[in-house]
């Protein structure tokens, strides 16, 4: 039973232009989520995270959404750069000692 | 300076031994912990840990342990090592459950 959604494996933007990952997640008592960036080889990245009591975060390009009654997160990159391709996994945690809920990834392309 | 170190990065072994993969974090967290990412990339909390309690996701065989000999400390030792154990391990650190940071990974792979 997956808590944590990614419905899409791969996405695939151009150069310069805005890429948007999304994730869904079923548990209500989520109150903390997180986005990793994972290169081939290399342990998982932070990125940005967002608490439930906020509705954005933003650092620099990156800039992350969440959607309480949706149960619903985004994570906005603009512009997107070559590097940033990559592996994406969203992440939630319940607050609670019991690590991380990942979602299935999503391979984002960036295509020059 | 690795804030989270593991090691050994690649692990072959045969099928029946018992092997261990250790992993240290330097940043003063609370709470360590090991996932486990399988074939299909899909990364699984295993163990968490700290001071005061384990918590251990209950679809773990009891062949895989955790050892923490201080607050720095997390090896995973595993018994009896099975085909379906090739996975990569990751070990992960986080200050009451903030600033999640993660080790580079050790691939096992049992023959």
């Known amino acids: 039973d997956q808590q944590v959604k990614q419905n899409s494996p791969s996405l695939s933007v151009q150069e310069g232009r805005i890429s948007i990952l999304n994730c869904d997640y079923t548990?209500?008592?989520?109150?903390?989520f997180l986005w990793y960036k994972k290169y081939p080889a290399e342990g998982p990245t932070f990125l940005i995270s967002?608490?439930?009591?906020?509705d954005k975060n933003e650092d620099g390009r990156f800039t992350v959404f969440l959607n309480k009654s949706a149960k619903h997160l985004s994570l906005h990159i603009v512009p997107s750069q070559p590097g940033d391709s990559a592996v994406y996994f969203c992440a939630a945690s319940g607050g609670g000692a019991d690590g991380l809920t990942f979602g299935k990834g999503t391979h984002l392309i960036i295509q020059p | 300076d690795t804030a989270v170190s593991q090691t050994p990065k690649y692990l072959v072994t045969q099928m029946g031994n018992d092997k261990s993969i250790k992993c240290e974090q330097n940043l003063g967290h609370d709470t360590m912990y090991w996932y486990k990412q399988d074939s299909k990339k899909f990364l699984k909390i295993m163990f968490s840990y700290n001071n005061k309690e384990l918590i251990i996701n209950e679809t773990v065989p009891n062949r895989f342990s955790p050892k923490s000999p201080d607050k720095a400390h997390l090896n995973l030792h595993i018994n009896s090592l099975e085909l379906g154990d090739s996975a990569v391990y990751f070990c992960a650190s986080s200050l009451r459950q903030a600033g999640y940071t993660f080790g580079s990974g050790t691939r096992l792979t049992v023959v």
């Open positions: 967002i608490s439930s009591i906020k």
């Open positions: 548990n209500s008592m989520f109150d903390y």
